[in-house]
């Protein structure tokens, strides 16, 4: 997989930027705790997967690895301190989706992407398009029919501006040449709850959350925005499927650490997590979360961030929802 320019440019600071350290530190490497930054607070999908790949890791390296939750600010704080932090392969961040779409909905950030590099990503969570199963919305078809009928087109509620199923539906509006309204609620409890209401048409959403109401029988399940069927719900079809190939959007997770941190520190903490990812047990209680395990090595980490980056922002930019 190429490496863009960016990801060579923050290699070679990197490397001028990086402590002399004697040859058997990275070898010792981790010889005390590892302290872990989730962007989020405890008991969410971020913070749960990092949990799981960190019991991995203790095992593996022989070294306690902590979860340390810095919420706020759209996971901004979080990536701003680790940004920030000692390049000494100790404060490693836990990274999700916002961060390759903070710049472009907020402008000036306080640090810079050069100053974290990417380590190895670790998980997708595949977002879902679901209706109310009591509305006449039985195929994606039907939803953008009645949405063309409509004047004010379809109304989406999401968890919040920006957030990734809010993204995902402008680009639906988008793609299917329908009038849309994002309505930002706090939360997916509160998008569950207008939905329910029908005071909403739809919203995207990760399945983990959706599942006790889809096994209810309140909400229907349209499709999914992965590029293949999830295993975590196969039974819905992809929305590539049904036609629309631009619409693949999920969260995703993924370790990032201070550029400057030692080369061989990088590649021992990649490993270590590759190896996470592809243990069966692992793999298991992510998909129990709603997680798919989904390991990139650093280089090709960094070329996802930036093709994410460079997709949402075109979103962002065209539906004008950058704050001023």
């Given at each position: 997989?190429?490496?863009?320019?960016?990801?060579?440019?923050?290699?070679?600071?990197a490397?001028?930027?990086?402590?002399?350290?004697?040859?058997?530190a990275?070898?010792?490497w981790?010889?005390?705790?590892?302290?872990t930054?989730?962007p989020?607070?405890?008991?969410?999908?971020?913070?749960?997967?990092?949990?799981i790949?960190?019991?991995?890791?203790?095992?593996?390296?022989?070294?306690?690895?902590i979860?340390?939750?810095k919420?706020?600010?759209?996971?901004?704080?979080?990536?701003?301190?680790?940004?920030?932090?000692?390049?000494?392969?100790?404060?490693?961040?836990?990274?999700?989706?916002?961060?390759?779409?903070?710049?472009?909905?907020?402008?000036?950030l306080?640090?810079q992407r050069?100053?974290l590099?990417p380590?190895a990503?670790?998980?997708?969570?595949?977002?879902?398009l679901?209706?109310?199963?009591?509305?006449?919305?039985?195929?994606?078809?039907?939803?953008?029919?009645y949405?063309?009928s409509?004047?004010?087109?379809?109304?989406?509620?999401?968890?919040?501006?920006g957030?990734?199923p809010?993204?995902?539906?402008?680009?639906?509006f988008?793609?299917?040449?329908?009038?849309?309204?994002?309505?930002?609620?706090?939360g997916?409890?509160?998008?569950?709850?207008?939905?329910?209401?029908g005071?909403?048409d739809?919203?995207?959403?990760?399945?983990?959350?959706?599942?006790?109401?889809?096994?209810?029988?309140?909400?229907?399940?349209?499709?999914?925005?992965?590029?293949?069927?999830?295993?975590?719900?196969?039974d819905?079809?992809?929305?590539?499927?049904?036609?629309f190939?631009?619409i693949?959007?999920?969260?995703?997770?993924?370790f990032?650490?201070?550029?400057?941190t030692?080369?061989?520190?990088?590649?021992?903490?990649?490993?270590?997590?590759?190896?996470?990812?592809?243990?069966?047990?692992?793999?298991?209680?992510?998909?129990a979360?709603?997680?798919?395990?989904h390991?990139?090595?650093?280089?090709?980490f960094?070329?996802f961030?930036?093709?994410?980056?460079?997709k949402?922002?075109?979103?962002?930019?065209?539906?004008?929802?950058?704050e001023?």
């Amino acid at each position: 997989m190429p490496i863009t320019r960016r990801l060579l440019l923050a290699g070679t600071a990197a490397a001028f930027a990086a402590p002399s350290w004697p040859a058997t530190a990275a070898s010792e490497w981790p010889a005390r705790i590892v302290k872990t930054i989730s962007p989020y607070g405890a008991g969410g999908a971020n913070d749960i997967s990092l949990r799981i790949i960190n019991d991995f890791l203790e095992r593996e390296l022989h070294q306690q690895f902590i979860v340390e939750n810095k919420p706020g600010a759209g996971t901004r704080l979080a990536n701003e301190m680790v940004a920030h932090s000692q390049p000494d392969g100790y404060t490693f961040l836990y990274a999700a989706a916002p961060y390759a779409t903070a710049e472009a909905l907020f402008g000036k950030l306080n640090y810079q992407r050069s100053e974290l590099r990417p380590v190895a990503m670790a998980a997708f969570a595949p977002i879902f398009l679901i209706v109310n199963a009591k509305s006449d919305f039985k195929t994606l078809p039907d939803l953008i029919a009645y949405g063309k009928s409509k004047p004010e087109g379809l109304t989406f509620g999401s968890p919040g501006p920006g957030s990734q199923p809010h993204l995902a539906a402008e680009l639906l509006f988008k793609t299917a040449g329908v009038k849309g309204l994002n309505v930002p609620l706090r939360g997916d409890a509160a998008a569950y709850t207008e939905l329910l209401a029908g005071r909403v048409d739809a919203t995207f959403t990760a399945i983990s959350s959706a599942l006790p109401h889809i096994q209810a029988g309140n909400f229907r399940v349209l499709g999914a925005g992965s590029v293949q069927r999830s295993a975590i719900y196969p039974d819905a079809p992809t929305l590539v499927e049904l036609g629309f190939p631009q619409i693949v959007a999920a969260g995703w997770y993924g370790f990032m650490a201070p550029a400057a941190t030692p080369v061989a520190v990088i590649d021992r903490m990649q490993d270590a997590v590759l190896r996470a990812l592809g243990d069966a047990e692992v793999k298991k209680k992510l998909i129990a979360q709603g997680l798919e395990a989904h390991g990139l090595n650093g280089a090709e980490f960094a070329t996802f961030i930036d093709a994410e980056t460079a997709k949402w922002s075109r979103v962002i930019e065209e539906a004008g929802l950058r704050e001023n």
